[in-house]
Structure formats: structure tokens, C-alpha cells
């Protein structure tokens, strides 16, 4: 079976395709009593919509959210939210050459190989266009957990990563890559040119940090905290990799190299370090939650690769059409959304067992 729902008691369900007619969320388990309006929702989509820069898509999509239930005078009323942003500016023609071929890197074959169908326009389900819903889903979750602070950015393109000596989170709304190093976003500029130019695209790293989080949410063995984050983050399109603290850096490090030492503070311990990045045993520390977020390179690309037909021929793709070449950089608001709605599960999860 197909599963689009994510949350255990805060509850996401997506819908709709690249090239449909619109997309949406369905917000379950929003607590009632809570302002919202769609100008607090445009702010989010707007950071992750497509045509604001030669550096990504030149699809043009205003990505204008609808709440079409869940409010009354301006207020959740704790029934479910429907959210809906249209598509105006498909254009499926862009699509024809790969109607009978696969696309290597994308999901094309698996999704023929599950439903013994796919949708070739624009990739339907599996298109990134699907994480416009999760950014809308993500502004509500918000709502529910004021007291955190969530900041993602951009910490590397390629081979390229940013100076954390120069890291300046100000900077990160200065540059079209939310990258919070002046002079890594100068070099970023001619690295993903040159990666268009070449008809070929680029990953990217995001890091992701959730501040006031408290001591206590998250559970120890099948609700983790930091398990639902690495689940949150695969779901997203193209990611590949997730780490929490020093993730796999951890492996090099030694015992008391890698404790996060405490001693006694006016409000509770005091952390040294945070390498374990806000969690301990899948439940939060109370230090902020960090984590990073690898993206592969888009896989729609000008540069012919060897693939198949659905015949099982031989044959070439390159996909035409208005692609990101690195999809990463539009990630970096469908991760904060992610991280927002896990939080908000796990702060509602919390609530129910520990109030």
C-alpha cells in the first residue's frame, strides 16, 4: 500500500501531483484556539518557491495557499485542515520524450515496477513539487511549538562547504542559496553556472537546528526523537543521507571525546559539547536538535545517460524541460518543515503522556 500520511498524533497527509491540477496537505491533530491565516503559511512557501533565481527552476508557480477548512474567525477549531496550493505553470509537452523511457537516478522504473504505471509528467508523486505541501504543513506545525526557534541553511554544494569560522546566520536571506557564508555563496554562483552550463546538476548539504526544544520530548525505544527526524528527512525527494550531531563523524572519535559533558547550571545541567546533537536515548536534552541532510543531485538532467525503455531496449535519456540543478537549495525550507512537524508530534506526544 502507498502511505502519504507522516505524525503519530499531529498528522500530515499530502496530495496531488507535479502536473495536476493543484496539491495540498490535510493537518489532523492541530490542537484548536490557535491564530492562523494563510499570510502566516505564504511567508514559508514562499522561501521554498520555484523561479526566484537562475539558480533553480525557472518554473514560474505564485504557490498561493488556500485553507479551504480546520478555522472559524481566524482560529483552528482542532478539525483538520485542508490546505491547497494550485499549479498553473505546467508544461507536460517537456515531458513526451520520456514517456517510454526511464530516467536513471529518478523513480521512474521503481514506480512502474510497484503500480505497473507512472506518471511521466514531471514524475508525479515523486517531483519535489510535492514538498510545497510539506512547507504549508510545516508553517501550521510551528503554531504548535512556539517556543522553538528553526533555522536551516545551506552548508555545502558539491564539493564545496562553506568556512565554519565564517558563519553568519544573518547572511543566510543575503544569497539565493540560504548559505551563511558570504564568500562560499560568491563561489556557489559560478559552480552551479558551470554545472548547467554542462547540462548536469549538483548536491547539497543542509543543516537543520531547532532551538528551546525542552528536556523530555521524544521516547526511548520506538518514538526516538532523533529516529523520527532521520525517517521526516529520507521522506523528503532526493535526500540520501541524514546525520544527527556529528553523525558519522562520531566514528572517529573516542569515548571522552565524544561525551557531552555537564555540570550544574541555575536552570539545570550545563552542556560542554553537543556532539549527540539535543538528544540522548531518542529523547531531547534541552540542547538544540541538530541535523544535516545530504541531497543528491537532481536527476533530470541535459546530459544523456544509458538507461531503458519500458520495453526493456536499450536507449539514452536527457530530460528536457526546467529542472533545479541542485535541488538542495529548495530543500532547505522543506527540511525546517520537517523538522517543525516532527517536533510538533513529539511536544503533542509529550503532553499526552507527561502533562
Not at 507535479?18 to 512557501?45: K, M, N, R, T
Not at 547539497?204 to 528527512?233: F, H, I, N, S, T
Request: charged share 25%; with cysteine; proline share 6%.
Amino acid at each position: 500500500m502507498s502511505w502519504n500520511t507522516f505524525g503519530r498524533v499531529f498528522r500530515m497527509t499530502t496530495w496531488g501531483e507535479s502536473h495536476g491540477p493543484a496539491l495540498g496537505a490535510l493537518v489532523d491533530g492541530c490542537p484548536p484556539g490557535l491564530e492562523l491565516s494563510e499570510q502566516q503559511i505564504q511567508p514559508f512557501l514562499d522561501a521554498r518557491r520555484p523561479g526566484q533565481s537562475k539558480f533553480t527552476t525557472q518554473r514560474q508557480e505564485a504557490d498561493r495557499v488556500k485553507i479551504l477548512s480546520g478555522t472559524f474567525e481566524g482560529r483552528t477549531t482542532g478539525t483538520p485542515i485542508s490546505l491547497m496550493i494550485e499549479n498553473t505553470d505546467q508544461r507536460s509537452k517537456d515531458y513526451s520524450e520520456i514517456a517510454a523511457a526511464y530516467r536513471p537516478g529518478h523513480a521512474d522504473y521503481a514506480y512502474d515496477a510497484k503500480y505497473g504505471l507512472r506518471d511521466y509528467r514531471g514524475g508525479g508523486r515523486s517531483s519535489a513539487r510535492e514538498t510545497a505541501a510539506r512547507v504549508a504543513a510545516g508553517a501550521v506545525a510551528r503554531l504548535v511549538i512556539p517556543e522553538v526557534t528553526i533555522t536551516a541553511y545551506v552548508v555545502q554544494i558539491g564539493n564545496d562547504a562553506i568556512d565554519r569560522e565564517a558563519m553568519n546566520l544573518d547572511t543566510i536571506g543575503d544569497n539565493p542559496f540560504f548559505c551563511p557564508d558570504s564568500w562560499a555563496a560568491k563561489r556557489w554562483e559560478d559552480l552551479i553556472d558551470q554545472a548547467r552550463k554542462d547540462g548536469s546538476s549538483l548536491g547539497a548539504v543542509v543543516e537543520c537546528v531547532a532551538e528551546g526544544v525542552p528536556a523530555g520530548w521524544g521516547a526511548p525505544v520506538y518514538a526516538k526523537l532523533d529516529a523520527d527526524l532521520a525517517a521526516a528527512m529520507m521522506g523528503i525527494n532526493a535526500v540520501k543521507g541524514v546525520e544527527i550531531g556529528d553523525g558519522f563523524g562520531a566514528a572517529a572519535l573516542r569515548g571522552e571525546e565524544n561525551a557531552d559533558p555537564m555540570r550544574p547550571g541555575e536552570n539545570g545541567p550545563e552542556f560542554a559539547a553537543n556532539h549527540a546533537g539535543g538528544t540522548a536515548g531518542g529523547i531531547a536534552t534541552g540542547q538544540p536538535v541538530v541535523c544535516r541532510v545530504a541531497f543528491k543531485p537532481t536527476s533530470s538532467i541535459l546530459t544523456p545517460v544509458d538507461s531503458i525503455t519500458r520495453d526493456g531496449e536499450a536507449t539514452q535519456v536527457r530530460t528536457k524541460g526546467r529542472h533545479d540543478p541542485c535541488v538542495g537549495i529548495r530543500g532547505t525550507p522543506v527540511v525546517a518543515a520537517m523538522m517543525a512537524l516532527v517536533l510538533a508530534d513529539h511536544k503533542l506526544l509529550h503532553r499526552a503522556q507527561c502533562s
